[in-house]
């Protein structure tokens, strides 16, 4: 059979801490963090991807869903290659697989190999 | 049968113990007939087999078993045939109509062929999957329990190429990579020399490439289309001609590499 993902692509546990972070636990022992703000605002499904590459409009009418602060309010494993989240806001078409997850970490070590590599 | 509602999550098979999906990426590799052939040669092997036509919109399983037209009002899924339990699009529309749809129907499709018709206890579930790499494959391996994949290609470069990007395309999703078949590897001639009409070799390279077993050769025999246009598969009819024999041991590498590897792992629960 095929060689298996690696470690660092294999989380062991994925868990809410507190009311606006998310923890995964990884196979090679990294802790990810993340603000459900920053897991909202970076989807990854094309319609929010088209919506990002649109220049701000500063007067644009906000909808109600955006009035609220993100958080999931479900998970659901997709195969056994990513997690889609159901958003409080209704958006639910987004699917995070893991190594895209694992890019968006946002603990102190990850945040400065990224600062560092855009140096 | 009416296609289920929303496309659901992940779910189980708990009555098939292997699901595997026959898939290459290419077309015209002979993934329907390598499918129809290795389903019959692990009933012959004792299996108990159910054979799924994931191509929804160039269906070919009713033609390579030979089942007629079919009122699907009427008709019980799945139909057996030759000993195998099938189900496809073709017996819900008809030799003349297409399906003309886009992907979220197609995958609905699918969805309901795996979770709605009655399959019963199964030792194999083999899907027959269409080319390329885009619904039906994420489909299948977004909410199937899928136990690995068995990509088909012929020995050339042109189809190389392309049978590539569906082992990475598997691999990408975390499906696991059972092996690489050859199909139309060769053709013995009755001067009982060995042609290699699509060159040869593909198969075994594309193997070691991708750190995956070759799974085999099967070879170019005349009775195979024969066979499968009359719905008389070739193993069914003959089982101990060369490609007969192929597609058994095709079957034992198959059966060996599943009950040998471990079990995939699924990912953990999301804790909220």
């Known amino acids: 059979m095929a060689p298996s993902e690696p470690e660092s692509m294999t989380p062991t546990a994925l868990r809410k801490e507190g009311a606006d972070h998310f923890v995964i636990e990884w196979g090679d022992g990294h802790h990810s963090v993340y603000t459900w703000r920053h897991l909202r605002s970076n989807c990854p499904c ?48 987004g699917i995070y697989t893991l190594q895209y997850l694992r890019s968006l970490c946002q603990c102190p070590q990850c945040l400065q190999t990224k600062g560092a590599a855009t140096v | 049968m009416q296609p289920p509602g929303p496309a659901s999550q992940k779910f189980e098979l708990p009555n098939i113990q292997y699901l595997v999906a026959v898939a290459s ?29 994931a191509d929804i919109y160039g269906p070919s399983i009713p033609t390579m078993l030979g089942i007629g037209d079919v009122n699907p009002q009427t008709t019980s899924f799945p139909i057996e045939r030759h000993g195998l339990k099938a189900m496809s699009m073709g017996f819900l529309l008809g030799p003349d109509k297409a399906a003309v749809m886009r992907g979220p129907m197609v995958q609905k499709y699918l969805l309901g062929f795996l979770t709605q018709v009655d399959w019963g206890q199964l030792d194999y579930l083999l899907v027959d999957m269409p080319p390329g790499t885009g619904d039906a494959q994420l489909a299948l391996a977004q909410t199937a329990p899928v136990a690995g994949v068995i990509v088909v290609t012929t ?82 009819r003959y089982p101990d001609s060369p490609v007969g024999k192929a597609y058994l041991a095709l079957a034992d590498m198959v059966d060996q590499q599943l009950r040998s590897g471990s079990q995939p792992k699924e990912l953990p629960e999301v804790q909220l």
């Open chain 2, 25 to 53: 990426g290419k077309g015209g590799v002979g993934k329907s007939t390598v499918a129809t052939n290795l389903a019959l040669a692990l009933l012959k092997k004792g299996k108990r087999v159910g054979l799924m036509d």
């Open chain 1, 46 to 93: 094309a319609s929010c991807r088209e919506e990002k590459e649109q220049p701000v409009n500063p007067l644009r009418v906000l909808k109600p869903g955006e009035l609220l602060a993100p958080s999931a309010v479900s998970m659901p494993r997709v195969g056994r290659y990513a997690y889609k989240i159901v958003w409080n806001d209704g958006h639910d078409t």
């Open chain 2, 155 to 236: 020995p050339q470069d042109v189809s190389l190429n392309v049978a590539r990007r569906g082992v990475q395309m598997f691999r990408q999703v975390q499906v696991p990579v059972l092996g690489v078949v050859e199909n139309m590897s060769f053709f013995i001639g009755d001067d009982g020399k060995r042609y290699e009409i699509f060159r040869h070799g593909g198969g075994r390279k594309l193997a070691e490439e991708s750190d995956v077993p070759f799974l085999g050769e099967i070879p170019i025999d005349p009775r195979v289309a024969e066979c499968g246009d009359q719905g008389e598969p070739v193993v069914h």
